[in-house]
């Protein structure tokens, strides 16, 4: 049985997906089974930060494979300590938990703000949690329910409750919401990469920001998607002027490994205490390794060439007829076309570029190592089709 058949027989149908089985590759250049080679603006969904088969990280990876695959979080390793110094020490924060996806590192985001309001105001005074209309948190029957999306709150119920949704960019909504309800915390997403690449209104988020501090509301940015210099800083709430309390990020961390990470900034720094919570995989030592050599190459001057090479696919792609409009940060971007994303995303994937769509946006996500010379590649296939 080839690929597609026996993924057809035993695989659980939640994918739709492309007719590609991919097979290797280099940096933003994969290769399917055929030999045919693709320019990537997906990386996989915001993960293969430096491409696939990065030498560093796979020696990072497999100097620690070397050492120890797998320890439970009974004892010490060092990789997940190191990755912790790094992640507080370049953002504020003051401690993290480790987990494996970006719907656990909203969990314990959503846990530490209901536990902080429980501790300080008593047990269930507190339990809601805002979040904003189009928004996306993930996947478990939790972070559905945070979801600001009602496709996805179907099928699956009963939901967990204390969530409620405020329209993106409405101060009144969200002043009303935390004036009239029992909140514990408010989650953004700064931009949001499922909903349609919507990043938020500057003056807004610094807003709802002081909104949060003025009441001990605790301020949640869920940077799963635009986090690990994917908006061209390391996080993109810096670019917002803000300080959250609490930041989850996971997808370009690990460099392709599964890890996600909840980041407690002072207000929270001690709510969670032992037995509160725990992960068996969490903080996996392999992970840690290699994202330690991920964040470790992601410094200003790694930046600063995102948000060149950002400036550079914009330029691209505003000039092209039939591009309606081009929102995003860095190499997180949606382009809204006259035709339809579906159609676009499956002609240059014909034409050797994989891209993804957001809503009813293309949206690119590339890997930030990409070349000038692939990013002409790629905006002159995206033209052809659109222009077509
Ligand atoms: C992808 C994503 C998640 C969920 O991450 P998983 O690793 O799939 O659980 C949560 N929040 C945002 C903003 C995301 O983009």
């Known amino acids: 049985m080839d690929v597609k058949a026996r993924d057809a027989e035993y695989i659980a149908s939640t994918y739709k997906r492309f007719p590609v089985e991919l097979v290797g590759g280099q940096g933003a250049e994969l290769i399917d089974d055929t030999g045919k080679k693709y320019i990537d603006l997906g990386s996989g969904i915001a993960v293969n930060v430096f491409g696939v088969n990065d030498e560093e990280w796979k020696n990072a990876v497999i100097a620690q494979l070397n050492r120890i695959s797998h320890a439970s979080n009974l004892y010490y390793t060092a990789p997940q300590t190191e990755l912790a110094e790094i992640l507080c020490t370049r953002t504020g924060m003051k401690r993290v938990f480790f987990g494996n996806s970006g719907a656990e590192a909203n969990e314990c985001a959503i846990k530490v703000a209901r536990k902080y309001a429980s501790d300080k105001y008593g047990e269930m005074s507190r339990p809601m949690i805002v979040t904003l209309e189009n928004s996306f948190h993930g996947r478990t029957i939790t972070t559905l329910a945070a979801t600001g999306q009602d496709v996805f709150h179907h099928s699956f119920g009963p939901f967990t409750a204390g969530f409620m949704h405020v329209p993106a960019n409405d101060l009144t909504a969200m002043q009303e919401a935390l004036e009239y309800h029992p909140v514990c915390g408010v989650m953004l997403e700064m931009v949001q990469g499922e909903g349609g690449v919507n990043p938020l209104d500057k003056e807004y988020v610094q807003a709802v920001a002081k909104l949060c501090d003025e009441r001990d509301v605790i301020l949640i940015v869920d940077e799963v ?159 052809e089709v659109i222009e077509a």
Request: hydrophobic share 40%.
């Open 225 to 383: 998607q635009t986090g690990n210099g994917r908006t061209g800083t390391l996080f993109a709430y810096e670019q917002f002027g803000i300080q959250p309390d609490v930041v989850s990020t996971a997808k370009g961390i690990g460099g392709g490994l599964p890890l996600g990470a909840c980041l407690m900034g002072e207000k929270v720094q001690d709510t969670l205490t032992p037995s509160s919570h725990g992960s068996t995989f969490g903080g996996n030592p392999v992970a840690t390794a290699g994202a330690v050599n991920i964040l470790s190459r992601i410094d200003d001057k790694f930046l600063a060439e995102v948000q060149r090479k950002s400036e550079k696919f914009v330029k691209g792609l505003t000039s092209i007829k039939g591009v309606k409009s081009v929102a995003g940060m860095g190499l997180m971007l949606g382009v809204e076309t006259e035709k339809p994303a579906g159609e676009i995303v499956n002609e240059c994937m014909k034409r050797g570029v994989l891209l993804l769509t957001a809503k009813t946006k293309v949206r690119l996500l590339p890997p930030l190592v990409i070349t000038d010379e692939q990013i002409e590649q790629a905006l002159s296939v995206i033209k």
